[in-house]
């Protein structure tokens, strides 16, 4: 079973762009790699243009095969449905702002949003109003 999340990125006119992540979505695994690796707007922005993603890791590394975990696991990248997989559709969504965000987390079966802020900062959701993602929230899992 796989606990999925969201990943978006709040554009400067409100909107949020966003990926969807289908393994690993809890604070303590997601949550600590995204404030770890994914912590400026440019970096953030190249996981953005990969797409939906299987797994995601601290880099975003090239094509691979799908299904060649080694190679993922020792490259520690990021496994993307578009690039890897040569799926069609799994491009990065946008929804107006972060309540419209919000929202998707039912749509699309997921038990955390994580939402890189203006201000630049983490903060994240399970289905509840935003939060700070804090090094405690990162422990808790």
Known sequence: ??????????EKDGSVRFIYNHH????SYTGRMLK???????????LMDLGDISVLDENIGGKIDFDDYETRKANKQV??????????????????????????LGK???????????DGRWVFSGG?????????EIKKD
């Open 1 to 10: 079973m796989s606990t999925r999340s969201l990943i978006g990125i709040q």
């Open 24 to 27: 690993d979505g809890y604070p």
């Open 36 to 46: 770890a690796h994914y912590n400026t707007p440019e970096r953030i922005k190249e």
């Open 79 to 104: 496994l993307a449905y578009g690039r890897d997989r040569n799926e069609s559709g799994s491009e990065a969504k946008t929804t107006k702002s972060p309540t419209a965000f919000r929202r998707m």
């Open 108 to 118: 699309y079966w997921s038990d955390y949003l994580y939402l890189y802020t203006l």
């Open 128 to 136: 509840k109003a935003f939060q700070p993602l804090t090094a405690e």
